[in-house]
């Protein structure tokens, strides 16, 4: 069993778009994140969720709308998607409850958006 | 503020030689977690060790060793009789605990390409 899967793993659609990435963790961590990989392989924070509650918004653009069901699940969705959108999105969880926090986390497999 | 600098950006080795990639971090945290991941041409990331703040041992894993100094706040990592399969980018990150969430802030990479 995967422990935090995503999809799709490679998305292609024209600019101005809407997509969405999904994510799923089955570790029973607390923390989900998501993370852009740009062009040049910087890996930067965009969001986390703790327990569905929103932590951390790095100044993310607000076509990107993050949304968590549960705490097993964070989902992306992206509007009006953007030629600089283009990247891979790594989706993540850790342990991140109050007492337990080890820093470390667990990586999906990434999702390589290209808009064109 | 937090930040981890990766001055190597791509180093080359032939299979066998040793290579030290260096990771310089800052932060004012007292308790802080420090990492290497390996993310391979397939793109996933590996982890691969994790280092907590009170802990400067050296770690040894097979032909992977770390050095931790705190008075020189780096954490380098080398790898001995390098092969092939050790062609990756390597990313040095820091985390910052927070009270329900944990951020892992990332160097830039090191691309380490080992030639046969």
Redesign the interface.
């Known amino acids: 069993d995967t422990a935090v899967s995503q999809t799709p793993k490679y998305l292609v659609t024209q600019m101005g778009n809407d997509k969405s990435i999904k994510c799923e963790q089955n570790l029973g961590h ?2 989900m994140y998501w ?1 852009k990989q740009d062009s ?6 965009m969001f ?1 969720y ?2 569905k509650e929103l ?2 918004n790095e100044t993310v653009p607000n076509r990107f709308s993050p949304k968590s069901p549960d705490k097993a699940h964070l989902n992306l969705h992206i509007n009006s998607l953007e030629l600089g959108d283009s990247a ?1 999105y ?1 989706c993540a969880s ?1 342990q ?3 007492g337990s ?7 999906g ?2 999702s ?1 958006l290209t808009v064109l | 503020a937090q930040k981890v600098t990766q001055a190597q950006t791509e180093i080359s080795v032939v299979e066998k030689e040793d290579v030290t990639l260096d990771c310089v971090y800052e932060t004012r945290d007292t308790t ?2 420090l ?1 290497w ?1 390996k ?1 391979p041409p397939s ?3 590996v ?1 691969l060790i ?1 280092r ?1 703040s009170f802990d400067e041992q050296n770690e040894i894993s097979g032909r992977y060793s770390w050095n931790f100094q705190k008075s020189t706040s780096s954490f380098n990592f080398t790898i001995t009789a390098s092969q092939v399969v050790d062609s990756a ?1 390597y ?1 040095c990150a820091l ?1 910052e ?10 160097g ?2 090191t ?1 380490l390409q080992v030639f046969p």
């Open positions: 607390d923390t993370y040049k392989k910087f890996l930067k924070i986390s703790n327990n932590i951390i891979v790594f850790s991140g409850a109050s926090l080890t820093g470390e986390l667990f990586f497999e990434g390589r | 802080y977690y990492f991941y993310q793109g996933e990331l982890f994790r907590n980018v990313f985390s605990v927070n009270y329900n969430t944990d951020k892992l802030i990332f830039t990479g691309r």
